[in-house]
């Protein structure tokens, strides 16, 4: 098991945007769906958004229309554009490999990555 690598979280001001960055082996991007959540303090994590190896995609309701999941064969890499943040969306962001059941559930990943903090400002 090798944990993925989260990268890319900052501070931006509310209406900024972020690229957030999950790096995989290559063995896990060739064969696993990856999910993305986040962990706001005092809070549960929550599922954000989800890709196929065919790239398709599902995404919580809160991101509709202001998150976009990609992935890049190239750099073994998925990536979660973040526009349109608001200070709502202040949160530890996650990405893990998809190995069983529901995309929606925490326990249907492994090889959690230490995560990225993400932090909007009013």
């Known amino acids: 098991q090798v944990p993925l690598v989260e990268s890319g979280g900052g501070l931006a001001q509310a209406g900024g945007s972020l690229r957030l960055s999950c790096t995989a082996s290559?063995?896990?991007?060739?064969?696993?769906?990856i999910g993305w959540f986040r962990q706001a303090p005092g809070k549960e994590r929550e599922f954000v958004a989800w890709?196929?190896?065919?790239?398709?995609?599902t995404y919580a309701d809160f991101a509709k229309g202001r998150f976009t999941v990609s992935r890049d064969k190239a750099k073994n890499t998925v990536y979660l554009q973040l526009d349109n943040l608001k200070p709502e969306d202040t949160a530890v962001y996650y990405c893990?490999?998809?190995?069983?059941?529901?995309?929606?559930?925490?326990?249907?990943?492994?090889?959690w990555g230490q995560g990225t903090q993400v932090t909007v400002s009013s």
């Open positions: 893990a490999k998809h190995s069983r059941g529901s995309a929606f559930y925490l326990s249907s990943y492994d090889d």
């Open positions: 890709i196929t190896l065919m790239s398709t995609f």
């Open positions: 290559e063995h896990t991007f060739d064969n696993y769906a």
